[in-house]
């Protein structure tokens, strides 16, 4: 593991607790107390993290730490995820993503899917999407167009939010959109950290035929700030065999279905 992945997952670490400790940092990746106290602080110049006696906690914004830091965790579950998700997607589809490591991950399946390459225009996809990465990231493929929602740029997640957002997507329709969630439970259905940014996904899976929610089964059973909307708007969840059979239970039982990447 090179410097760059460690600080990634001292990060990550960060993300599961309001703390770190050098001698947590020491055990968990083998080095010297000396090397997990320069980790520290150069995360702390880059104001990831506050620096403390003996470790460092998370910064008040920290909640959620931005997307190139966030790709690893759990990135076999997204992987298997994406996958999935390509069963539903025909060719030709209008397709909404917001923004979200899975989505990100779901945007590259899209990308190198061998059956649209060399498609005519009106045979490819159509991608909207409120994130600035996956447009960047899709933009380079031929067989895909894609359309951005506008709006201001959340800068931790590269996500539009705003009213500008809110006057493009009151103007289309989907036949699909994938909506990436940071919790989940039956009472409160599928929520995120940002209230703006629950609002941009609420509204984007309102104008899909069929909206899926995307998310691997960490998520499941977790709150989150901010609900997206409410459950009947959704016509499943995707996500991993991490998912408890009685949480499986639940939200089938509630109305959703469930589909499982194993």
């Known amino acids: 593991m090179n410097r760059e992945e460690r600080l990634s997952s001292i990060l990550d670490l960060l993300g599961s607790a309001d703390s770190v400790q050098v001698a947590e940092i020491v055990d968990t990746f083998g080095v010297s107390p000396a090397t997990a106290r320069r980790d520290l602080d150069v995360l702390a110049s880059r104001q990831l993290l506050n620096r403390t006696r003996g470790g460092a906690t998370a910064i008040s914004v920290a909640y959620d730490l931005p997307l190139r830091y966030k790709r690893e965790q759990h990135a076999d579950a ?4 994406a996958a999935k998700v390509m069963d ?3 060719p030709g589809a209008r397709v909404g993503l917001t923004g979200g490591s899975t989505c990100t991950t779901i945007a590259s399946e899209l990308g190198q899917r061998a059956d649209l390459v060399g498609r005519t225009t009106a045979e490819s996809l159509t991608v909207v999407t409120n994130a600035v990465n996956i447009a960047a990231q899709l933009v380079i493929r031929p067989h895909i167009r894609v359309v951005m929602t506008g709006g201001v740029i959340h800068a931790r997640s590269y996500e539009l939010v705003g009213p500008y957002s809110d006057l493009m997507l009151e103007r289309i329709t989907l036949d699909l959109a994938f909506v990436g969630i940071n919790g989940f439970d039956v009472l409160n ?3 995120v950290h940002d209230d703006r940014e629950a ?5 984007m899976a309102s ?3 069929r909206a899926w929610l995307v998310a691997d089964s960490s998520k499941v059973g977790h709150r989150a700030f901010a609900s997206i909307g409410r459950l009947d708007m959704f ?3 995707v996500t991993d065999n991490g ?3 009685r949480d499986r239970r639940e939200i089938t039982d ?5 589909l499982v990447a194993d």
């Open 199 to 203: 609002r941009v996904n609420g509204l």
């Open 189 to 191: 259905g599928p929520m």
């Open 207 to 209: 104008r899909a035929e």
């Open 254 to 258: 509630a109305g959703l279905q469930v």
């Open 88 to 90: 539903l997607v025909p």
């Open 235 to 237: 016509y499943g969840l």
């Open 243 to 245: 998912i408890s059979a």
């Open 78 to 81: 997204k992987q298997r995820i």
